[in-house]
């Protein structure tokens, strides 16, 4: 394997994003650039197609693979929502302020 064919594989992940949810307990998500912040009740996600706020009761996260961009939670899943462009800085500061 020569470099530009991993290049290829890795740009190809960071595009894909999808959301897979078992049974509202179980939630895989790919594309995930970066976990800004999360508790037990609360997941901020950094992902190729915007912020994903994570809301639910009894969270954990179960898996983070950074180099395919891979997160599993497990809990009670109540919502699932972006964050549109013109709220992503809002999001941010709002998530950075309440976890200093």
Not at 27 to 36: A, P, R, Y
Not at 43 to 57: A, H, P, S
Not at 71 to 78: H, N, S
């Amino acid at each position: 394997m020569n470099y530009y064919e991993n290049k290829e594989t890795i740009t190809r992940t960071q595009t894909d994003h999808t959301v897979k949810m078992n049974n509202r307990k179980n939630l895989e998500i790919t594309g995930v650039k970066e976990v800004d912040s999360f508790d037990n009740e609360e997941f901020l996600l950094e992902t190729v197609m915007g912020y994903l706020i994570i809301r639910g009761q009894n969270l954990q996260l179960k898996n983070l693979d950074v180099t395919e961009g891979v997160v599993t939670i497990k809990g009670k899943i109540y919502e699932l929502s972006y964050v549109d462009e013109q709220q992503q800085d809002k999001a941010k500061g709002f998530f950075s302020k309440l976890f200093r």
